[in-house]
């Protein structure tokens, strides 16, 4: 509760208008997603039936013609994340909080602050995840913990850089925009 309050301290107060316009740009990304996922599952669905019906395990050679199911899936996630994103950017909006809805240069330290986290999200998830496979697979006593904390750490590594260099260029995109809108309205 104490994180919360310090969180909403330090981000400032949320702007009506902006948190309306990006409702709007979210609930476009969540239609993406709903559509897409229900696309994804369908399609095993018919994976499933064509199998049984045909009498071809997907797990044999034949399994190796076939689209998985996880590429249209991570396919349609990136698409509900990056539909909102897109078009916040091109209305210039970053956040629906005040202090970073207008800034006029790139917060760092929110910048560096979010990129941490993504980054130790990422981490934890690829060496849990992986521990996880590994207990199921192989059993625990053949997981290569260390092998598994390497990658996490790596993963960790690249989504820290990647999330500082995609943000900053959210911001520094939607910085631009919102002074360009806001010419046009001037000039």
């Not at 476009?28 to 199998?51: F, K, N």
């Not at 199921?136 to 997981?143: A, E, F, L, T, Y």
């Amino acid at each position: 509760m104490h994180l919360i309050r310090k969180w909403n301290e330090y981000m400032g107060p949320k702007d009506e208008r902006l948190e309306a316009e990006s409702s709007r740009y979210m609930k476009m990304g969540y239609r993406v997603l709903l559509a897409g996922a229900l696309l994804c599952l369908y399609y095993s669905i018919m994976l499933d039936q064509v199998s049984d019906t045909t009498g071809v395990a997907l797990c044999t050679t034949a399994g190796d013609r076939v689209v998985p199911v996880s590429l249209p899936l991570a396919i349609a996630v990136l698409l509900a994340g990056a539909v909102p994103l897109a078009l916040g950017m091109q209305k210039g909006i970053i956040s629906d909080r005040n202090r970073y809805a207008s800034v006029e240069r790139i917060p760092w330290d929110f910048v560096a602050l979010i990129s941490l986290g993504t980054g130790a999200l990422v981490g934890l998830l690829t060496c849990g995840m992986r521990i996880i496979a590994e207990v199921q697979i192989v059993g625990i006593d053949r997981v290569t913990w260390g092998g598994d904390i390497a990658i996490g750490v790596v993963f960790f590594g690249m989504a820290f850089a990647l999330s500082i260099a995609f943000t900053a260029a959210m911001f520094h995109s939607a910085i631009k925009n919102r002074q360009r809108l806001e010419a046009e309205l001037d000039g």
